[in-house]
């Protein structure tokens, strides 16, 4: 079993807003990820993923903050690094980040082969002939045109900015791409074929991946594991197939049934009543109870503590009544298997 | 309909929920709050200044011996002392108010009335009226205004209502650039397309949608247009192309500079001055609260 | 087949746009005698919807499906073909009809951030359409329709401003203000902004059974191709402003004929991990709208491309099949000779993107350079 190359163990993290009060966007999030593993964090909005992948990098905003709990990277806690050690340590070097609508993260004014020679100067000694060789390489990994490394950001298109994002979080050979929301402004076919490129990195370059979205297609399509959050907390976490076999928590279980899916046109898709709460004070509950059909008083003594399904320690679900929901939840766990997929009458 | 049941129609409308919200966010912070009591009490002053004022302004004061009683230091009876035609300062001052502010507020109205109009025409019309009305706005940017203002004055005297249409007739400009920048904005919003797609008529459109979503920055364009007014109205007044008879703070500037006794006679030349800058300095902090409170109220995930 | 004409008919509707932009632009296309460039927006589409139809457009981005939208609800004149409300063309209405047109046809942007005046309280915002239209109402009335599209309790809703209303809630307000003039037809846009899938799963369902309820026809436009599975009867395919493909729901998803369809289906990410999914073969991005090859529009990016693909297909029935046209010169028969179907090696793509071989679902392989079929 190779060692995880980045755990999330029992962290908070904090905003402060203007007039004092405080947003707890992160509750005791534990989860870990594999080396040469593609993880998924799927939620939706305000369920603090996206607070996650900033905490990684150092990236949460002036009133944010890790307030418990460690962040280890390669078994070293980085929680509490400063900006220059992010920056000398963990940037793209270590830890590349790919943020949402990220084509906007391109320099307008600089060519891109300027762009990659600029952060080879800053990171590495390599020469600048050596820069602008490994962007070619990068770009072909990519799947752009190696001649169009001297192009300015605007002449590229939305699906080319994105890839070319792509080829500079590689530039500096990370161990781990964070990636938030990689394809959501693109159009479908686009995003098929960035995910195509982002899958065969994994097999090439020994590259782990942290995957975030909202859209749980692609993780169970993408991902080798991954974690399900809500309202700051998580909810289940586990090995992808396993997840979707067994899901215990009945966020999981909701929200696999809320995604159409074009197989069966005709299947009712799932209802989850009300929206997250607010997180002003630290959840001392789980903050899916208020929406779970299921819930008892028990739901609100206090958060859930993760306990292992079906004895598999790797598969946690935060959910005291994880082991009833098999039974509880039957209807929703019923497989089409019976039914027939509209895609297969034309293979 | 009784007077009560309209009131609280008045209050629970729409219209009032909002300006209470902006008002709620515009007074979060202190120092706006510290402006706006400063702005309440300078209206205040403007309101009641000429009543309260302990003698009439161009009375000339004489001492008990029958002199005239100029340069006099500030005493019991003459807080602010008086100025060099023996002239009680203070009442100056309070009736001065009211000169100062309506000269601020009329040129603040006319900017803001032709800005609006030329803006949103602009901005909502587009095609080649826009070309046209923003040419002409270039033009007038072009206009270099205290030289224009001494024209004109030279052709249509120096009255006191003349020099407010001279300001309020040439600084409506940068009202306008903006305004239209705004109307160009919230036309391609889709709460827009469906009023036109409910079948609103352009006229309906203007005043129900578009208006009331730049009314708060109209409001503080008024709050800018109103200081910058006073302003070029103490310019005007200090190079001498005002009315010398009405007692504005420019003109009560003026002559004390005019006197050469600026330094000195203190308590004469700088309450004016004083007054001014405390009133453009309210205005603009207002105006930086609006922006500060974030100005439109619309939700960003 | 009912005698009752379509409550919504499209006939080679057209919406040009013209690029030049002022003065400079008409002079110099005067002195070098070139035609002006338009943008081709909508390029002849065709469409009947029927009474308590549910019909979806389908494209990505750039294919002009907003543009459609704002053709229809009659923002934009059409350049070229008629748009039949009832039977009657628009382009011979009053001002007057007009008005009654668009009390029929109602507008629903699913776009939570911006579709409601952030100034309108939503009694204000439900009320709006019938105010326009001088329709008398009663407060219960509009109560009564909060409650329809799940606002409960009514009279705590009424007051309630757009930023004091979750993304879910501000969309049923937009439902309830699309319906309160009790339209025929409803017009719903599918933004492209992030919505969660939970209040996505509601609205849809709320659509669906509104649409039941109410007896209103509705043409939905989206991108995702998931979400219009589920919610519409009959589905049109758009690309670069042209429909290359229009079949029922079921037929369509099951038995795709354009490649642009095939394409479309085989890149929607699957929510199971155990499904292995075949990829598209497809590359690059819908070209340039301004400048479009002529012929085929998709024919720089399909793998089947063949030589008569220079030439603008026509809308044909596949053999063996009723109700389900296709733009694609694979279906019908060419009168030319031979050379015409042979299949063209060069595949020049838009973008400078990689060149990529598979195959396809239905059996016949892409040739490979170098070989011929």
């Known amino acids: 079993m190779s060692d995880p190359i980045l755990e999330f163990d029992g962290v908070d993290i904090e905003y402060e807003t203007r007039g004092g009060t405080a947003v707890h966007a992160v509750n005791d999030a534990s989860f870990a990820i594999d080396e040469h593993d593609y993880f998924g964090l799927v939620g939706e909005s305000g369920c603090g993923k996206s607070t996650i992948a900033d905490a990684v990098v150092g990236g949460l905003d002036e009133n944010g903050a890790v307030t418990g709990g460690e962040i280890r990277y390669k078994g070293t806690p980085i929680q509490d690094y400063s900006e220059k050690e992010f920056n000398k340590n963990i940037r793209w070097t270590e830890i590349s980040f790919i943020p949402q609508s990220s084509m906007n993260s391109l320099d307008p004014v600089m060519k891109l082969s300027q762009q990659a020679i600029e952060m080879a100067k800053y990171h590495t000694d390599m020469s600048k002939d050596e820069a602008v060789e490994r962007l070619r390489e990068l770009f072909d990994v990519v799947g752009l045109s190696e001649s169009r490394i001297h192009d300015y950001p605007h002449q590229f298109s939305g699906g080319m900015q994105q890839r070319a994002i792509i080829a500079f979080a590689l530039f500096l050979q990370p161990s781990l791409i964070i990636a938030d929301e990689p394809t959501t402004a693109l159009d479908v076919i686009m995003q098929d074929q960035i995910l195509d490129h982002i899958n065969d990195l994994k097999d090439d370059w020994e590259i782990s991946m942290l995957m975030i979205t909202h859209d749980i297609s692609v993780v169970f399509e993408n991902c080798d594991s991954m974690a399900v959050m809500h309202g700051g907390q998580v909810a289940e976490a586990g090995d992808v197939v396993e997840l979707f076999d067994h899901p215990r928590h009945p966020y999981a279980i909701l929200l696999q049934n809320a995604f159409p899916d074009v197989r069966y046109p005709d299947r009712e898709l799932a209802i989850i009543d009300g929206h997250p709460p607010q997180l002003r004070e630290k959840p001392d509950f789980c903050t899916f109870a208020d929406r779970c059909p299921w819930s008892t008083q028990e739901c609100y003594d206090g958060a859930p503590d993760p306990r292992p399904v079906a004895g598999d320690e790797e598969h946690l679900a935060w959910c005291v009544r994880a082991d009833e929901m098999e039974e509880l939840a039957a209807d929703h766990l019923r497989k089409p298997e019976e039914e027939h997929s509209i895609l297969e009458e034309s293979q | ?301 | 087949m009912s005698a009752e004409p379509p409550v919504l008919e499209l006939r080679g509707l057209e919406k040009h746009f013209d690029t030049s932009t002022g003065f400079v632009d008409v002079i110099r296309d005067r002195l070098t005698g070139s035609d002006p460039s338009y943008v081709k927006a909508v390029d002849g589409v065709n469409m009947k919807l029927r009474e308590n139809q549910v019909q979806g457009v389908i494209g990505e981005s750039g294919c002009g499906k907003t543009t459609l939208l704002r053709t229809l609800i009659g923002l934009y004149e059409p350049t070229g073909g008629e748009l039949l409300f009832h039977g009657q063309p628009t382009s011979e209405f009053t001002s007057d009809e007009w008005k009654e047109f668009r009390r029929q046809v109602g507008l629903v942007f699913q776009d939570p951030f911006n579709s409601l005046d952030p100034k309108f309280s939503v009694r204000r915002a439900v009320t709006e359409p019938l105010e326009i239209h001088g329709m008398d109402y009663e407060l219960a009335d509009i109560e009564e329709m909060l409650e329809m599209v799940g606002l409960t309790p009514a009279e705590k809703y009424l007051g309630r401003f757009p930023s004091q209303l979750s993304g879910g809630e501000k969309q049923r307000v937009a439902i309830a203000r699309g319906l309160i003039t009790e339209p025929d037809v409803i017009l719903a846009d599918e933004p492209a902004s992030m919505l969660d899938v939970s209040t996505q799963a509601e609205i849809l369902n709320l659509l669906n059974r509104l649409t039941d309820e109410f007896g209103v026809s509705m043409v939905y436009i989206s991108h995702d191709l998931s979400t219009v599975s589920y919610i519409c009867d009959r589905i049109n395919v758009m690309y670069l402003g042209r429909v290359v493909e229009n079949a029922p729901t079921m037929d369509l998803l099951s038995e795709p004929k354009h490649p642009y369809t095939q394409a479309l289906i085989q890149s929607i990410p699957i929510p199971d991990p155990h499904y292995d999914r075949e990829r598209a073969v497809i590359g690059g991005e819908p070209g340039d709208p301004i400048n479009m090859p002529a012929g085929c529009r998709f024919k720089n990016r399909c793998p089947e491309r063949m030589e008569v693909c220079d030439n603008k297909p026509a809308d044909v029935t596949p053999e063996g099949m009723t109700d389900h046209s296709v733009a694609c010169h694979l279906y019908y028969d060419h009168p030319l000779d031979e050379s015409s179907t042979k299949r063209v090696e060069e595949r020049p793509l838009t973008d400078g993107g990689c060149d990529r071989t598979g195959t396809l679902p239905h059996g016949s392989s892409v040739v490979p350079r170098g070989e011929s079929k």
């Not at chain 2, 108010?97 to 609006?116: E, F, K, N, P, R």
């Not at chain 2, 009305?133 to 205004?145: E, Q």
Request: proline residues 4%.
């Open chain 2, 1 to 301: 309909m009784s007077v009560a049941r309209r009131v609280r129609n008045l209050t629970e409308s729409d219209y009032a929920v909002m300006v209470q919200r902006t008002m709620r966010n515009l007074l979060r912070e202190r120092i706006t709050k510290f402006a706006f009591v400063c702005l309440m009490l300078i209206l205040f002053m403007g309101l009641v200044g000429p009543a309260i004022a302990p003698y009439d302004y161009s009375e000339q004061q004489r001492t008990d011996e029958g002199e005239l009683n100029r340069y006099a230091q500030p005493s019991l009876e003459h807080p602010l002392g008086t100025n060099d035609r023996g002239e009680d300062v203070l009442s100056r001052l309070l009736v001065g108010a009211q000169t100062t502010l309506i000269t601020g507020m009329l040129a603040g109205s006319l900017m803001l009335v032709l800005g609006l109009f030329v803006g949103v025409t602009a901005g909502y019309v587009g095609g080649r009226t826009e070309s046209l009305l923003m040419r002409f706005v270039d033009f007038i940017y072009g206009i270099p205004f205290i030289p224009f203002a001494i024209v004109l004055i030279t052709f249509f005297g120096a009255g006191f209502y003349t020099t407010i249409a001279i300001i309020g007739l040439v600084l409506w400009r940068f009202i306008a650039r903006v305004i239209r920048s705004q109307v160009l904005q919230i036309k391609q919003r889709p709460y827009i397309m469906a009023a036109k797609a409910s079948g609103a008529s352009a006229p309906w459109i203007i005043r129900k949608h578009i208006l009331p979503n730049i009314a708060n920055m109209a409001a503080l364009f008024f709050a800018m247009g109103v200081g910058l007014a006073i302003l070029e109205q103490a310019g005007l007044s200090f190079i001498g192309v005002t009315d010398p008879f009405t007692p504005t703070w420019g003109i009560m500037i003026r002559n004390a500079h005019q006197s050469g006794r600026v330094a000195d006679a203190w308590w004469w030349s700088y309450p004016p001055g004083i007054m001014i800058a405390l009133t453009v300095l309210s205005l603009y902090l207002l105006g930086r609260g609006y922006e500060g409170s974030g100005g439109e109220d619309e939700v960003v995930v």
